[in-house]
């Protein structure tokens, strides 16, 4: 399955993002999904993932209560909506199916899209 990584942009602290992940060659349902993001100079960093059937969520603590996961599966497509944005969220976000272990570990997926760039200004 292909991932492609859509709905980054420019906003200003305190605003919000819709980021979408669209599938081709594949069904998303077959595959819990997560978001990741990597800022320059960093390492990759676990946000939040969503089970199959959207029954199940978790988040990384730094997105918690800002950020919510979601699914369609009847679009194949998954998303990131991101509010109270801050200038620390500032990266490159990624899309990516979880094939086995840690669901909060990067090595644990695969199927990596492109990548979307936000960029939060203060």
């Known amino acids: 399955v292909q991932l492609v990584e859509s709905g980054g942009g420019l906003v200003q602290a305190g605003g919000s993002l819709r980021l979408s992940c669209a599938a081709s060659g594949g069904t998303l349902s077959s595959y819990y999904m997560g978001w990741f993001r990597q800022a320059p100079g960093k390492e990759r960093e676990f946000l939040a993932v969503?089970?199959?059937?959207?029954?199940?969520?978790a988040y990384a603590d730094s997105v918690k209560g800002r950020f919510t996961i979601s699914r369609d599966n009847a679009k194949n497509t998954v998303y990131l909506q991101m509010n109270s944005l801050k200038p620390e969220d500032t990266a490159v976000y990624y899309c990516?199916?979880?094939?086995?272990?840690?669901?909060?570990?990067?090595?644990?997926?695969?199927?990596w899209g492109q990548g979307t760039l936000v960029t939060v200004s203060s």
């Open positions: 990516a199916a979880y094939r086995g272990g840690g669901v909060r570990n990067t090595s644990s997926y695969d199927n």
């Open positions: 969503i089970s199959r059937n959207w029954g199940s969520t």
